[in-house]
Nanobody
Framework: QVQLVESGGGLVQTGGSLRLSCAAS????????AGWYRQAPGKQRELVAA????????RYTDSVKGRFTISRDNAKNTVYLHMNNLKAADTAVYYC???????????WGQGTQVTVSS
């Protein structure tokens, strides 16, 4: 069973930065696309950023473009989300997910809380 362990969440002031990490167990990571999602209280889970297996292509939801950067290190089985210029609206539980682009099989992390105080 693949496990994803997120870390790096916490409390930060408006305008601050955080880096989330998500480490995957096993040896499948390099063949899976990866993404970061978030869910704020009372809202649906949304895709924040995604990255292809090779890391060559990324995409972002409009609200984080220019502030967040997704990256991956396949040698370390880890995907990152660098978050800069954080806003109160970024407050949410952040989840990482990996998905096989052919089979659609996906795995999820347990989530990490990000709280941005004004």
């Amino acid at each position: 069973q693949v496990q994803l362990v997120e870390s790096g969440g916490g409390l930060v002031q408006t305008g601050g930065s955080l880096r989330l990490s998500c480490a995957a167990s096993g040896n499948i990571f390099a063949s899976y696309g990866a993404g970061w999602y978030r869910q704020a209280p009372g809202k649906q889970r949304e895709l924040v950023a995604a990255i292809t297996t090779s890391g060559e292509e990324t995409r972002y939801t409009d609200s984080v473009k220019g502030r967040f950067t997704i990256s991956r290190d396949n040698a370390k089985n880890t995907v990152y989300l660098h978050m800069n210029n954080l806003k109160a609206a970024d407050t949410a539980v952040y989840y990482c997910s990996i998905e096989n682009p052919r089979s659609g099989v996906a795995y999820w992390g347990q989530g990490t809380q990000v709280t941005v105080s004004s």
